[in-house]
Antibody, heavy 124, light 107 residues
């Protein structure tokens, strides 16, 4: 059974960097049959995909254009986790942040396992 | 980005009713369409992948159909635990985009 456990602060000051970690159990961040994703959810933006990291003989990253200049997602194979960093945050980045695994179901890659969610508030 | 539009945005129904939620993509996505259920304060739960394949453990009263740009999620006989918000998602290309959600409420 795959489990994803998120950790990180729930309050970040404007202009600072939001940092979250997602620890994986029951799978490997280096798995060739998964991708590892970060999303967020807010009343104004709905469910928004932020980016992903995955390994296919080498590491790849994809990011949403809306955050591409501010976001970094990194895998850590020694700790079997992946992290999100979002820089220069503003109150508009206030949301519940989720990590999620996308699995290979008939090649459609749904998000089958999710972290518990972290409410991140951007406020001074 | 591919836009996903769900209708209706909200729906009132009774236990035992048959309900259908639709999802339209702004361009063809073949069958790269997934459905999720989310209850208040909870994590989204994966229900259906590839437009019509039920995830293991999901009750058979849930079904999905469609391809190309038009898709639907049907619940054949609503149960009390089905009242929630439902989201469609395309994984045809990144960014993987979601619909705005359909809130299913008890009449």
């Amino acid at each position: 059974q795959v489990q994803l456990q998120q950790s990180g602060p729930g309050l970040v000051k404007p202009s600072q960097t939001l940092s979250l970690t997602c620890v994986i159990s029951g799978d490997s961040v280096s798995s060739s049959s998964a991708t590892w994703n970060w999303l967020r959810q807010s009343p104004s933006r709905g469910l928004e995909w932020l980016g992903r990291t995955y390994y296919r003989s080498k590491w790849y990253n994809d990011y949403a254009v809306s955050v591409k200049s501010r976001v970094t997602i990194n895998p850590d194979t020694s700790k079997n986790h992946f992290s999100l960093q979002l820089s220069s945050v503003t109150p508009e980045d206030t949301a519940v942040y989720y990590c999620a695994r996308a699995g290979a179901y008939s090649s459609t890659w749904p998000f089958d396992y999710w972290g518990q969610g972290t409410l991140v508030t951007v406020s001074s | 980005d591919i836009q996903m539009t769900q209708s209706p945005s909200s729906l009132s129904a009774s236990v035992g009713d048959r309900v259908t939620i639709t999802c339209r993509a702004s361009q063809s996505i073949s069958n790269y369409l997934n459905w999720y259920q989310q209850k208040p304060g909870k994590v989204p739960k994966f229900l259906i992948y590839a437009a019509s394949s039920l995830q293991s453990g999901v009750p058979s009263r849930f079904s999905g159909s469609g391809s190309g740009t038009d898709f639907s999620l049907t619940i054949s006989s609503l149960q009390p635990e089905d009242f929630a918000t439902y989201y469609c998602q395309q994984t045809y290309t990144t960014p993987n985009t979601f619909g705005q959600g359909t809130k299913l409420e008890i009449k």
